[in-house]
Nanobody, 123 residues
Framework: QVQLVESGGGLVQAGDSLRLSCAASGRSFRSYTMGWFRQLPGKEREFVAA????????YYQDSVKGRFTISGDNAKNTVYLQMNSLNPEDTAVYYC????????????????WGQGTQVTVSS
């Protein structure tokens, strides 16, 4: 059974950085696409970034390009989201997701989800 466990969220000030982690277990993720999504207060869940498990391909939402970086550590079965220059508009619950197929930005293509971690950015 696939399990995804996020960690690293917290309360920070505008301009600060955070690194989210997603520990994956339950099977081999060698061919998987791993994604980060977020749900802002009162809004629908939105795509943030995705990476093929090989690391060869990465995708980002336009609003986070240049500030966020997605990466993976195959040996640790962990995917990271480095978030720099955070602003209050980044306040959300961040979710890790996994798909056995190329999935890109479409949340419906990810069958596996973590429980989420809260990120709050104060101004």
């Amino acid at each position: 059974q696939v399990q995804l466990v996020e960690s690293g969220g917290g309360l920070v000030q505008a301009g600060d950085s955070l690194r989210l982690s997603c520990a994956a277990s339950g099977r081999s993720f060698r061919s998987y696409t791993m994604g980060w999504f977020r749900q802002l207060p009162g809004k629908e869940r939105e795509f943030v970034a995705a990476i093929s498990w090989s690391g060869a391909n990465t995708y980002y939402q336009d609003s986070v390009k240049g500030r966020f970086t997605i990466s993976g550590d195959n040996a640790k079965n962990t995917v990271y989201l480095q978030m720099n220059s955070l602003n209050p508009e980044d306040t959300a619950v961040y979710y890790c997701a996994a798909s056995p197929l190329p999935a890109g930005a479409s949340g419906t293509r990810y069958p596996y989800w973590g429980q989420g971690t809260q990120v709050t950015v104060s101004s």
